[in-house]
T-cell receptor, first 114, second 113 residues
Framework: AQSVSQHNHHVILSEAASLELGCNYS??????LFWYVQYPGQHLQLLLK??????LVKGIKGFEAEFIKSKFSFNLRKPSVQWSDTAEYFC????????????FGGGTRVLVKP | DGGITQSPKYLFRKEGQNVTLSCEQN?????MYWYRQDPGQGLRLIYY???????QKGDIAEGYSVSREKKESFPLTVTSAQKNPTAFYLC????????????FGPGTRLTVL
């Protein structure tokens, strides 16, 4: 069965530190990849997505992610975090081989200390 | 003001009672989805509908039912058959089907006492 793994469940870091959140998925073929963010008390929002083309994708709020097909990975990065980046981050993958349904990882809670 | 609305934000029910969660969208999206969010498990798909009067089971449909009588509305009923109904429920929609980006509502937190 398809699966999406986010290896870090909790991350704590200080403002201005760099952030990298891992995301790996288990199935091959053509995939669409997404990162969503859920700020405290707010809707789940789309941060960025990859459908095709340049594997380095830039999203909102200074986030970027790199699709590495050979590693089945789509890691999220931000060079310098702010306190307002405190949130839960979800990786999601859609594959035609899996009926085009969106499968989410377990989420990573990020706490940025001021 | 366009978007997806879910009501109520918090819902309490006694064990053994059915409860219906509301989801409405005014984005003119064809497809709508229901997810359940539990700590550490991410979001899991309960049901989805790509068009009015049609819907499909997701990964965890047991104990849930849905209807799609109108394009704007996709209510979810949590039945007494659902063994562990206490959770955060999220509704989403997308333009034309499962290949498009999904946009999410604010969620309903259901607590069964």
């Amino acid at each position: 069965a398809q699966s999406v793994s986010q290896h870090n469940h909790h991350v704590i870091l200080s403002e201005a530190a760099s952030l990298e959140l891992g995301c790996n998925y288990s199935y091959g073929g053509t995939v669409n990849l997404f990162w969503y963010v859920q700020y405290p008390g707010q809707h789940l929002q789309l941060l960025l997505k990859y459908f095709s083309g340049d594997p380095l994708v830039k999203g909102i709020k200074g986030f970027e992610a790199e699709f590495i097909k050979s590693k089945f990975s789509f890691n999220l990065r931000k060079p310098s975090v702010q306190w307002s980046d405190t949130a839960e981050y979800f990786c999601a993958v859609r594959s035609g081989a899996a009926g085009n349904k969106l499968t989410f990882g377990g989420g990573t809670r990020v706490l940025v200390k001021p | 003001d366009g978007g997806i609305t879910q009501s109520p934000k918090y819902l309490f029910r006694k064990e053994g009672q059915n409860v219906t969660l509301s989801c409405e969208q005014n984005l003119n999206h064809d497809a709508m989805y229901w997810y359940r969010q539990d700590p550490g498990q991410g979001l899991r798909l309960i049901y989805y509908s790509q068009i009015v009067n049609d819907f499909q089971k997701g990964d965890i449909a047991e104990g849930y039912s849905v209807s799609r009588e109108k394009k704007e509305s996709f209510p979810l009923t949590v039945t007494s058959a659902q063994k562990n109904p206490t959770a955060f429920y999220l509704c989403a929609s997308s333009v034309a089907g499962v290949t498009d980006t999904q946009y999410f509502g604010p969620g309903t937190r259901l607590t069964v006492l």
